[in-house]
C-alpha cells in the first residue's frame, strides 16, 4: 500500500522556522519530481515548491521565494521544506505529492499525503 | 502567471443527475491539465491528467474534456461519495496553479 507522511508541522511565532519533512512507503519517492502544496484554512490549493528527482534543480513561488527551501535525501527516501521568516500568511496544511512520471518535474500530482498543519501567531 | 477561473462555485445537484464543472485558463495550457476531488477532512485525489485520462481507480462516470483555455469535469451520474470540492490545476507552466474550485452539494 503506498503511503505519503509529513510531518514537522506545528506553531510557530512570526519570523519564526519551522521544518517539514515528507517519506514515503509503497513506492520509491527519490524515483520522481516532488512538490509542496498548501491549503490555508477555508481556502483552495497553492503550489508551493517543486524538486526534481536527483534534487538539481528546485522550483518555488514567488510567495515563498529566499523564505522557503526545498531539499530531499534521495539515499534516505526523505524530502523536506525549510521555512524561515514565516508570516501569518504562511497558516496552512502542507500536503507532500509527488509527479507519476519519471523524468517529468512539471505534472499532475499523484500520491498525496494527509498533510501537516503550520500555523503561524503570536 | 496563468490564471484558473472555475465556474460555478457551487453546483446544486441531485443524485443521479449529471454534473459539469467548468475550467478556463488565461492563456493556453494545452492539455496540461488536471483535476482534484477533495473531500472534508481529507486531501485531495487526483481524477483527470492531460485534460482527458482518467487516473487509476477512478470511476468511468468522470470524464475530462478540453484543450487551450477550456476545460469540463463532466459526472455523468452523480453518487453519493461524489459531493466534494473539485479543482483544476494547470502545469503547463510555472508557478502551477490551481483554479478556486467547485463545490458540488447536493440539491
Known amino acids: 500500500e503506498v503511503q505519503v507522511l509529513e510531518s514537522g508541522g506545528g506553531l510557530v511565532q512570526p519570523g519564526g522556522s519551522l521544518r517539514l519533512s515528507c517519506a514515503a512507503s509503497?513506492?520509491?519517492?527519490?524515483?520522481?519530481?516532488v512538490s509542496w502544496v498548501r491549503q490555508a484554512p477555508g481556502k483552495g490549493l497553492e503550489w508551493v515548491s517543486t524538486?526534481?528527482?536527483?534534487?538539481?534543480?528546485?522550483y518555488y513561488a514567488d510567495s515563498v521565494r529566499g523564505r522557503f527551501t526545498i531539499s530531499r535525501d534521495n539515499s534516505k527516501n526523505l524530502l523536506y521544506l525549510e521555512m524561515n521568516s514565516l508570516r501569518a500568511g504562511d497558516t496552512a496544511v502542507y500536503y507532500c505529492?509527488?509527479?507519476?512520471?519519471?523524468?517529468?518535474?512539471?505534472?499532475?500530482?499523484?500520491?498525496w499525503g494527509q498533510g501537516t498543519l503550520v500555523t503561524v501567531s503570536s | 502567471e496563468i490564471v484558473m477561473t472555475q465556474s460555478p462555485a457551487t453546483l446544486s445537484v441531485s443524485p443521479g443527475e449529471r454534473a459539469t464543472l467548468s475550467c478556463r485558463a488565461s492563456?493556453?495550457?494545452?492539455?496540461?491539465l488536471a483535476w482534484y476531488q477533495q473531500k472534508p477532512g481529507q486531501a485531495p485525489r487526483i481524477l483527470i491528467y492531460?485534460?482527458?485520462n482518467r487516473a487509476t481507480g477512478i470511476p468511468a462516470r468522470f470524464s475530462g474534456s478540453g484543450s487551450g483555455t477550456e476545460f469540463t469535469l463532466t459526472i455523468s451520474s452523480l453518487q453519493s461519495e461524489d459531493f466534494a470540492v473539485y479543482y483544476c490545476?494547470?502545469?503547463?507552466?510555472?508557478?502551477?496553479?490551481f483554479g478556486q474550485g467547485t463545490k458540488v452539494e447536493i440539491k
Open positions: 505529492t509527488n509527479v507519476p512520471h519519471i523524468g517529468v518535474i512539471r505534472g499532475p500530482k499523484h500520491y
Open positions: 509503497g513506492f520509491s519517492l527519490n524515483t520522481y519530481a
Open positions: 524538486i526534481s528527482d536527483g534534487g538539481d534543480s528546485t
Open positions: 492563456q493556453s495550457v494545452s492539455s496540461n
Open positions: 492531460r485534460a482527458s
Open positions: 490545476q494547470q502545469y503547463e507552466n510555472w508557478p502551477e496553479t
